[in-house]
């Protein structure tokens, strides 16, 4: 089911739509917390490909 349009519920959104409703979301919170979201991102990417590879190696991860 699509995504529709807040305005007009018969309209579904455009990806474009949805990428600028996400990217204005994205800056209000950042904007609330004070916090890069981008930077915890990358830390949580970088935390979890570390136990990724802990786990296929079959050490514990040091992270």
């Excluded at 990428?19 to 950042?30: F, K």
């Excluded at 904007?31 to 190696?57: F, I, K, M, P, V």
């Amino acid at each position: 089911m699509p995504f529709m349009d807040p305005t007009d519920p018969e309209r579904p959104l455009t990806l474009v739509e949805i990428r600028a409703m996400l990217d204005r979301a994205r800056r209000e919170a950042e904007a609330e917390q004070g916090t890069d979201l981008n930077l915890l991102l990358a830390q949580w990417e970088t935390e979890d490909g570390a136990d990724q590879r802990a786990r296929q190696s079959g050490k514990p991860s040091a992270v």
